[in-house]
């Protein structure tokens, strides 16, 4: 899907699923007072049953890139997504030489069983989902599985030539390193040019990579494998696709095997992501709040929920500050504008409401709380939210997703956070400004933002396992004093629950 900068979207969406609802969310658009297009189901919309439609309308603002499209209820981004492009404003250069070429990459995961099996599986082990059968890329597994070596993908390049990778993450559970046989890549998310022998594209995560087609003619293997915590058991094959250049066999096998980092290599998914710096230019400023009005600081984990009928005496769950998110039947950000009672409550802890060492063994506190608690934020508020990993049933790195707004990294480090030492390393002039970024496994990151965007803002582990079990929340950001800082009033054609 193609938009431009500053373009007025609108996007009709109809059901046509016989049997499922569905809504779709625009991953990273920041919804400038539209919240109503924002699209995660019992957030911001109801989902559309079958045969219901719902046009998308929102207003490209102030970003450009790679994102994507998903959908945002129940586990339907299973097959339901795709790229968006954002081209620059008309006539305004890329900041970096303009590519000879662009190629949407899109990374997913596919199961043989329906999105239903999966689902009764899940529900029956009353743990994590079986393995995805394989990775994909733009749809195919590549080379490497058997049943997709005619159809692999096979991208044509050309002897000194430059190439944008925009890649989306569209895995559901798997974090991904990404890397070119011999060939080195160039981060151009609009970050200072940065280069690296692979990256690493957590679920959520999009990004602009450039690929100088540098080496001798011939074909070379594009491969992604998982990135994940050592006791976590993933599918670990490899995907592949094709880069062939120009005078080469398209079809050929290329002669040099992968060679991305192992499923355990933290150091270098945690390397990758320090590494990246926004260009903080003066076409790209970083406008990093840095008077602080109100400090967060939430806990991540997976714990146990008690329940009745249950075995194991309870069910795994995903908490913030050991709260596991429950949706309510209606939308919240129609309760938020109705002014609903008993829908939601705005006392959602601002700090880890026990404490214990986040990091190594599992704490004794591992009990999660059910609720619809939310964070309440005031108009143009800066908010420092701190993540901090606690590893209480399973160590993992978690992709957090912020919606509604960007939010700069401004520091990111292994071990228990220390509020009165670590700010003191923060980056406060070129941080990278991201929508979802990976908690390191038994570690922390910081973030800034200003809550300048009125609405119900759902954040959340895009490991879509850890999503479903509740490991997500929202913000709640009050009008603005002027009519333009106000959400628009729901459009008419807003699905009912
Ligand atoms: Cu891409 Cu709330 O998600």
């Not at 046009?55 to 994507?68: E, I, K, S």
């Not at 239903?116 to 994590?128: H, K």
């Not at 700010?423 to 300048?452: K, Y």
Request: proline share 9%; glycine share 8%.
């Amino acid at each position: 899907m193609y938009m431009r900068e500053g373009d007025h979207v609108l996007v009709e969406v109809s059901n046509e699923l016989p049997d499922k609802n569905i809504t779709i969310h625009w991953h990273g658009i920041k919804q400038v007072r539209t919240g109503w297009a924002d699209g995660p189901g019992y957030v911001t919309q109801c989902p559309m049953k079958p045969g219901t439609s719902y046009t998308y309308n929102f207003t490209v603002t102030g970003q450009r890139g790679t994102l994507w499209w998903h959908g945002h209820n129940n586990w339907m981004r299973y097959t339901v997504y795709g790229a968006i492009v954002i081209l620059p404003k008309k006539d305004t250069p890329y900041p970096f030489p303009k590519p000879d070429g662009e190629i949407p990459l899109v990374l997913g995961e596919w199961w043989k069983g329906s999105m239903d099996v999966v689902l009764q599986q899940l529900a029956r082990s009353g743990g994590a989902p079986n393995n995805s059968d394989a990775y994909t890329i733009n749809g195919q597994p590549g080379d490497l599985y058997p049943c997709s070596r005619a159809e692999k993908v096979v991208i044509p390049v050309k002897s000194g030539k430059t190439y944008m990778l925009r890649i989306a993450g569209a895995t559901m559970n798997g974090e991904m390193f990404l890397s070119v046989v011999e060939h080195k890549l160039t981060d151009a998310s609009y970050t200072k040019p940065l280069e690296v022998d692979y990256v690493l594209v957590t679920p959520g995560q999009s990004m602009n990579v450039l690929l100088k087609a540098d080496q001798t003619v011939g074909n070379y293997y594009l491969e992604v494998r998982p990135y994940i915590a050592p006791n976590v058991s993933l599918d670990n094959s490899t995907a592949t696709a094709v880069i062939a250049y120009e005078g080469s066999r398209p079809h050929a096998t290329p002669a040099l095997p992968t060679t991305l980092p192992t499923i355990t290599d933290s150091t270098s998914a945690n390397a990758f992501s320090k590494s990246l710096r926004s260009l903080a230019s003066k076409d790209f400023p970083a406008m990093v709040p840095l008077q602080i009005d109100r400090h967060l600081m939430f806990t991540i984990g997976l714990a146990i929920r008690p329940c009745s009928n249950c075995t194991l005496g309870g069910r795994l769950s995903g908490v913030f500050n050991n709260i596991s998110l429950e949706l309510p039947k209606t939308a919240l950000l129609q309760a938020h504008y109705f002014r609903k009672p008993n829908v939601y409550v705005t006392n959602f802890p601002d700090n880890p409401t026990s404490s214990f060492n986040y990091t190594g063994k599992p704490p004794s506190n591992i009990m999660a709380k059910g609720g619809t608690r939310l964070s309440y934020l005031p108009f143009n508020s800066n908010v420092q939210l701190v993540l901090q990993s606690t590893a209480i049933v399973a160590p993992e790195n978690h992709p957090i997703h912020l919606h509604g707004t960007n939010f700069f990294v401004v520091g990111m480090g292994l071990g228990n956070y220390n509020a009165s030492s670590d700010p003191l390393s923060f980056n406060l002039i070129d941080p990278p400004e991201r929508n979802t970024i990976g908690v390191p496994l038994g570690g922390w990151v910081a973030l800034r933002f200003q809550a300048n965007n009125p609405g119900v803002w759902f954040m959340h582990c895009h490991l879509e396992f850890h999503t479903s079990v509740g490991l997500a929340t929202a913000f709640v950001i009050e009008n603005g004093p002027n009519p333009e800082d106000r959400l628009i009033p729901p459009p008419l054609d807003l699905p009912p629950c």
